[in-house]
Structures are given as structure tokens and as C-alpha cells.
């Protein structure tokens, strides 16, 4: 089947060709061209399993770069056993897209600012919402990106063609005298045949991205220089005073009827406490421990006591969130202060409660409060502060938001907010 490409356009992005004969570099002698990798070592470089064996071939002519002579062009293939094959080409360095070079490259890292702003500001509102920190380089992707090298030289990342039938994605740089490019080329199938696709999807795939594969190809390909090691810096000497200093013990777990009175509810309620492997709301850290306190249905909200070790909780993004709980909690403060002045705004539109609020405590230690999101859309208000070696969280999670059970909720309401009851926890679990 012959492949139909189209020009890929992603995320507002367009790819411009601008393919134009090369003006630089012609000198080049093939002669003093590099040894390109065998078909093991490219497959050892894009993670495909021992079975795959690539057939490698050397030509003079690029399947894409129609405008432009390339210096050396060595394919890869293996087709009855993975529906990818591979093409590394050598070009006079600064000869693939003429004058508009410069502009290709602007564009991608245009692109990938573009994606880092956003994925950094999808993390940050994920953070104050539901209290789920992502952590990772997940902005980036196989199709259009750059990296840039410990020597300063860039790698760009780009889909050349899109369609029915596959795709075409590649990696572009300049390094010394020559233009490299690696281009990967995987052909879709044919959708219609179940006997085909039956057949391609029995076949290997590589395990490892584009990105990732480049850059162990560049340790193969001898033109590309060696990339420093980072030496290991040497631990600084603890201080004589903490050499032998160990964590504090962790703070106590409360019964059903001790948490009962952090509450301070308006009619009793029995209270069973067990233990978790996991919060209800930050299931990706792992907790020094986690009691869980349900109702026999008498009470609408479960509630769950858990402890980390110090600064752990939120992890990189923990400094970030507490930056934004002060200056929240400072504006709907003044927010509430002014409707207090107000009485007319005050009989027209209740006051609201915080979403967010920072408590200090005597010692100048700091107690945020912020009303998450669980999955199902229910509020899960969590109150969380460092007590000594150890971060200490209260979260009450709901088992239902519907109506009816709001208002048999509120009949059996605590007296106490979660601030309040955050404040008499801390003094039940610090006693013996």
C-alpha cells in the first residue's frame, strides 16, 4: 500500500519545509564521513526487544529532503517484524532549510515554551483544586520539541507528515561541519484489512521515545563529542551535634472517641477507626501512617488523620502552594472584613466561607487551610501544618453530595471548623 502523507499541523504549529539547496559546507568530503550504527546498536538505542534485526542500506538519496543533497543517508528496516524503520542523514552543516533556518528553529521553541507556560500553570491549578501535584517534564513531547545539550548545542524535534497511512518524526541538529537528522517512519496499516491489522499488531514496537533514542545514538555516532560525566559532589560532614540524631517518634494515632471530641458534634456519633495504606485525597506520597474515622451512617463525611515525614507533602510544588495559601487566604480575609461592613451586601448575598486561610500558631509555626476537590466533585477541606519532624494533615472526604443527605448532615454538624478541630488534634496526638 503506498503511504498518503499530509503536512502535520499540531497545536497551532506548522511546520514549514523551506527546503532549499545548500549554500554552506559544500566542501565536505564523503570520505571524512562517520561511521553510521549497525542495525544492532539502533535497536539497542530505541529499545526494541533481541528479535528485531534491521537490514541497513546506504544511499545518496533522501525520501523527504527531496531539495536538498545529502552527503550520506543509511535506512533501516526490518518489515516483518516492526512497522518502523529508521533513516539517519548527513547533510553540509546549515544546508536543510536554506534561509528559513533560522525561522524553523524559532518556531519550535516557541512551540515548546508555549507547552512548558502551559503545562507549569495546569500543574499549579491542579495543586490548589484538588491537591494532586504532578511532577515530570510532561509538556514535552515526541513530535515537537528542543533539547539543549551540556555543550549549548540544540536538538529539534518535529513531525514532518501525518496521515492515513503513518507518520514521519524526526530529530534535527547541527553539530561541527555537518546537518544530522534521525527520522523515524511508521506505517499505519490499512484499517480495513483485519487480516493486516492482525499482523501489525503482533509486531514490535521500540520502548523508547524519539527524544530518548537520539540521544543515545549520539554516544554511537562518533561525531558527536563525548558528554561530560557529572561528578557526584562529596556530603558535606553532619555537624558533630546531629551525626547521631534520629526522627522523633512519630505522633500518636487517636481513637474513634478521641477524634469524636476534635469535632465537638452536636449530637454524638460513634466513630470506627482504621488504618490506610493511602490518603483519600494524596495517594501518590507514601505516609508514615493514615487512620481513616467513619460513622454506622449516622454521620454523612468520613475524615482521615495522616502524617509524612517533614516537607514531604506536595513535594517541589510544597513551597509554591504555601506561598499561595498566604496571599489567598489574606484576600478573602479582606474580602470577608469588607461584606462585614456592608450591611446591605451582607442581607443580599451571604458571606461565604474561606476557600483558603493560613492560622499562626504561638511557636511562629504555620497552619494552611484549603478547600480541595475530590474526583466525584464532593469538597474535601484539608487542613495541614509541620509539627516537628513530621507533616500532619485532617481531611474530611464526603460520601455523597446529594441533598437530602446535606441536610441530615447538618443535624449532627460539628461545632468546631476544620481550623478549630486541626488545633485540638494537635493536642490529642502529642500526648503519651
Known sequence: MKLVFMVLMAFGFSIKMGLAAPTVGESVEAAALPQMPSGAELARCLGFPAKVHFKVTTTKTSGLFEDVKPLLVCMYSAEKQTPYSYGIEIYPAGSLYGAKRQEYEQDIEKHTNNRKNMWEKYKKEALIKNGHVLEGDDYRDSFISVETRPDGRKVFFSGYALGPGGSIIGALTKVGKYDVVFLQYAFGGDGD??????????????????????????????????????????????????????????????????????????????????????????????PTWVTLYESDLQFFSGYSVEVYPARTLFGKQRNWLEQWLEGRGLQERKAVELARKSPKQVKSKPISAPSSAVVIRPDGRKVYFRLFTMASGAPAPTVFSTIGDYDVVLTQFSYSTDAEELVARKKVAPRRGMLQAFAKLEALISRK
Open 193 to 286: 484489512d483485519p487480516e493486516e491489522n492482525e499482523r501489525m499488531s503482533k509486531m514490535a514496537n521500540p520502548s523508547q521515545s524519539l527524544p530518548a533514542a537520539f540521544a543515545q545514538l549520539e554516544k554511537v555516532i562518533p561525531i558527536f563529542p563525548p558528554v561530560p560525566e557529572t561528578p557526584r559532589p562529596t556530603p558535606a560532614p553532619l555537624p558533630s551535634t546531629v551525626v547521631n540524631s534520629v526522627a522523633a517518634p512519630a505522633p500518636r494515632r487517636l481513637t474513634g472517641a478521641e477524634f469524636a471530641q476534635c469535632l465537638d458534634l452536636l449530637k454524638p456519633v460513634k466513630f470506627h477507626s482504621h488504618k490506610g495504606q493511602r490518603s483519600p485525597i494524596f495517594s501518590q506520597y507514601k
